[in-house]
């Protein structure tokens, strides 16, 4: 959080994780499919991934490192159903 508010980069995660949660097709969103989803440019999406990769510590050309991140943020509780409320 910053300024008592989540990181821009937040909303990007849970759309990461809707099919994790049981939300849309199973897999991993692609960066487009992100943006699709955010209704958002491709170059947002790009900045928030970069981010989300630093913020948990990954390599950006870690291929798996997607799959890793959402299964985290899950696991850990950093990202529930009710966050996917904030996708309207």
């Not at 949660?21 to 970069?50: F, Y």
Request: charge should be positive; include cysteine.
């Amino acid at each position: 959080m910053a300024n008592g508010k989540p990181y821009a980069w937040f909303d990007t995660l849970i759309a990461m994780c809707e099919p994790t949660l049981g939300v849309g097709p199973a897999g991993t969103p692609t960066n487009r499919q992100l943006a699709t989803r955010r209704r958002v440019k491709l170059r947002v999406i790009e900045r928030h991934v970069a981010s989300i990769y630093e913020a948990l510590g990954f390599d950006t050309d870690d291929k798996g490192a997607r799959y890793v991140i959402v299964q985290i943020a899950v696991d850990q509780g950093l990202v529930t159903r009710a966050d996917l409320t904030a996708l309207g």
